[in-house]
């Protein structure tokens, strides 16, 4: 059965309901139904979506490798975020660099880098991060930013004074 872009839409969507159920098993098989179908315009993004469920770290990995070929910007984003969830800094990081340099524009990828840095403790990083993310904030953007940091600084009292300076003298501006 041929199925349009709609249909598509729909089955991702249900993949995604099936997974905040807590129906994996039925998620990832609505995940694996649009890769195989080479017709799907949400192939890799199945393939991010079907990595986080995936029982082994090999498999995502397999999946977010397969995510990188179809969509490298998006691919490398969300391997940065796993392997942050899995403790791997040095790989998360280089993760994130290659989403950068696959789409330098894009303000997500450098404010979740920022937050990131600024939960290792690499505050001159961060802020490096956040004045080259400023041109490409939108002002919903701007506030969404404001009250993540904010968030970060209250609930990591150590980050408080940076988070501080960064929101008045780079992302306010």
């Known amino acids: 059965m041929e199925l349009n872009g709609q249909q ?6 249900l993949g995604i309901l099936h997974s905040n159920n807590g129906e994996n098993d039925k998620a ?3 995940y694996t139904q649009l ?3 080479q017709d799907s315009p949400f192939i890799a ?12 770290r090999d498999a995502a990995e397999s999946d977010l490798a397969a995510a ?13 975020i796993a392997r942050r969830e899995w403790g791997d800094v040095e790989g ?7 989403a950068i340099a696959e789409d330098p524009e894009n303000p997500i990828t450098y404010h979740v880098l920022g937050m990131f840095q600024l939960e290792e403790g690499m505050y001159a990083d961060a802020r490096h991060t ?3 993310l400023t041109p490409y904030l939108d002002d919903e953007f ?26 008045k003298e780079v992302v306010k501006k």
């Open 8 to 13: 598509y839409a729909a089955r991702l969507n």
């Open 28 to 30: 990832m098989e609505d």
């Open 35 to 37: 890769i195989l179908d």
């Open 45 to 56: 993004t199945a393939y991010i979506n079907r990595s986080a469920l995936q029982p082994t």
């Open 68 to 80: 990188i070929e179809l969509s490298p910007a998006e691919g490398y984003f969300f391997r940065a």
């Open 92 to 98: 998360a990081f280089a993760d994130f660099a290659s």
């Open 130 to 132: 956040y004045e080259t």
């Open 142 to 167: 701007r506030e969404t930013v404001i009250d993540e940091l904010n968030e970060l600084g209250e609930s990591l009292p150590d980050t408080k004074d940076t988070v501080s300076e960064i929101i």
